[in-house]
Nanobody, 130 residues
């Protein structure tokens, strides 16, 4: 699976962005999908994940209520709608995929254990100015 993230940009605080991640291959629905981010000088951190069907999601506390993850299996794509952006959301955002995980919450849990996701896409820069 190849993943390509897009949609990043520069916005002012309080603004919105929609990130997209397009996946190649015909087995997209077999993967739990997630978004992660890495700010300068910091480790990559979990942001949000969605299960295979799209019926279950999980968020980091820092983005809960502001960000929404969704997927369209017919379009082999996963999205991250980001509202109420804050300067601390500034980071490079990555999408990831893993067929070995069972739930969105599991992706969040495993990310804390330095678990290596099966596939990563190249990141897209999000910059939020105050």
């Amino acid at each position: 699976v190849q993943l390509q993230a897009s949609g990043g940009g520069s916005v002012q605080a309080g603004g919105s962005l929609l990130l997209s991640c397009a996946a190649s291959g015909r087995t997209f629905s077999s993967y739990v999908m997630g978004w992660f981010r890495q700010a300068p000088g910091k480790e990559r951190e979990f942001v949000a994940a969605i299960n295979r069907s799209g019926g279950s999601t999980y968020y980091a506390d820092s983005v809960k209520g502001r960000f929404t993850i969704s997927r369209d299996n017919a379009k082999n794509s996963v999205y991250l709608q980001m509202n109420g952006l804050k300067p601390e959301d500034t980071a490079v955002y990555f999408c990831g995929a893993d067929s070995r995980l069972a739930t969105a919450q599991q992706m969040a849990t495993m990310s804390k254990l330095n678990y290596g996701l099966e596939y990563w896409g190249k990141g897209t820069q999000v910059t939020v100015s105050s």
